[in-house]
Structures are given as structure tokens and as C-alpha cells.
């Protein structure tokens, strides 16, 4: 593994023909979630299969937390006092209606390395797949759909709808592209409800959604490694 620097990310890069990104096979893009390290998702380079001489980039979030223990990174800040209060009335917030503070700044981010990327590093974004974790998926969910690269498929692991008013009118635009969504059922950091009005606004826009649910929480189990294993296998096979 290496850590370069792409548009102002602190970016870790693993596999292709070195180990450390080298070559010009395909290329996964896989953004951690909130509180997570930036490395945090790197472990999944070495369990998911993929084409031989695929590159992976983990990007880092650019925000630090003090959250008591170790390295905590953040694309933005979320309000905790507000989902435990929510978690302690028992009510089911809807995402799908909010713009979070911090996004749009987020997306600049993410879109400033995106377009700094090619400059730097040899990629073919139509042999690229694209995604994350939590936060992660929804903040690639959102910059996809503000972007016209060509992408091999997007990877919502974990995520919501969010901001449907400013999603929904790009989704069309984004017709065709094959999606991976996974969500559990019995998440409580974000709900699979959130999880299933993504899956559907995605799916009535003309994206191909695979969907896979599985009985767990906010994780990623081997399952569904499996499973998305298959999927980039087949978008960048």
C-alpha cells in the first residue's frame, strides 16, 4: 500500500500490479463512513473478488473528529444529539428531506479529486467503479449524480436518500448505470426504510439497482462481500 495525494485527498492505494496501485488495470473507489478511519475500508481490497490487476483507491475524509478514540474522519458533521433523541422517542427520522449542513462542501471535495484524478494517476472512469460505506455511499450517490463520468457502476453499501429534491431531478440523467445496494434490516443507524426509498427512487429513474438485504445491522458481512465481489467482476471483467 501507498498514500498519495489526489485534489487535496489523502488517498491510500492498494492492488494492481505492485500492490501499491501500480499498472492500469480496472479501478474501486471506496469511501469510509463517518467516525471511521481513513483506512478503515482498505481490508476489503484483500476479501472482495475482483479482475486481476485491479487498483483500489480509499480516499480519506478531510474532516478530523474527537470522538475519544483513535483517528475519526468525517466528509461532514452529524448531529448525534438529534438521532439519539429521535432513537429515545422512537421515531424513524426521513432523510430523503433533508439537504445535511456540510454536503455541498463535501461534493466539491469529492468532485475537485475526481477531476484532479486522471491528471495524476492513469484511470479509465468508464472501468472505475465508484461507491461507499454509510456517509461514504451517500456522498458518491450524491456527487455521481452531479457529474457526467461515465462510471461502471456506483456501490451503495449502508446508505439513505437524501436531499430527494435536489436527487431526484439528476437520477434520469443517470439512466442504465448499474447500481449495488445492500442494507440491513435491522440497522439502527440508518434505517433500511431510508435504504428502500434509494433502492426505488433509483429504480423508477431507469438505474439498474441490485438489491440485497440482509438480516444484520450497519456492517458489511461476508455475504454481501461475496456479492458485491460478483458485481465488480462484472462490471470491470
Known amino acids: 500500500m501507498r498514500v498519495l495525494s489526489f485534489g487535496g485527498l489523502k488517498v491510500r492505494l492498494t492492488g494492481g500490479s505492485d500492490g501499491m496501485g501500480g499498472g492500469d488495470g480496472p479501478v474501486v473507489i471506496l469511501l469510509h463512513g463517518f467516525g471511521a478511519p481513513g483506512d478503515d475500508l482498505v481490508p476489503l481490497a484483500d476479501v472482495i473478488q475482483a479482475p486481476s490487476g485491479t487498483r483500489w483507491l480509499f480516499p480519506e475524509a478531510p474532516l478530523s473528529l474527537t470522538m475519544g478514540f483513535g483517528d475519526s474522519r468525517a466528509w461532514w458533521i452529524i448531529d448525534f444529539a438529534r438521532i439519539q433523541a429521535d432513537r429515545e422517542a422512537g421515531r424513524i427520522r426521513d432523510l430523503s428531506v433533508e439537504v445535511p449542513q456540510g454536503l455541498a462542501l463535501a461534493r466539491e471535495r469529492l468532485l475537485t479529486f475526481l477531476k484532479e484524478l486522471p491528471r495524476q494517476f492513469s484511470v479509465d472512469y468508464k472501468n472505475t467503479v465508484i461507491g461507499g460505506f ?104
Request: one cysteine or more.
Open 134 to 237: 454509510s456517509q461514504g455511499a451517500m456522498l458518491t450517490c450524491d456527487a455521481v449524480l452531479h457529474t457526467d463520468y461515465l462510471f461502471a457502476g456506483l456501490v451503495q453499501l449502508s446508505g439513505n436518500l437524501l436531499a430527494k429534491d435536489v436527487w431526484s431531478p439528476l437520477m434520469p440523467n443517470r439512466r442504465g448505470l448499474p447500481v449495488f445496494q445492500s442494507h440491513g434490516v435491522q440497522d439502527d443507524i440508518l434505517p433500511t426504510v431510508g435504504a428502500e426509498r434509494l433502492r426505488d427512487a433509483l429504480h423508477r429513474a431507469g438505474l439498474a439497482v441490485e438489491w440485497h438485504s440482509f438480516r444484520g445491522g450497519h456492517e458489511i458481512p461476508g455475504e454481501v462481500l461475496r456479492q458485491l465481489g460478483s458485481f465488480i467482476t462484472k462490471r470491470l471483467g
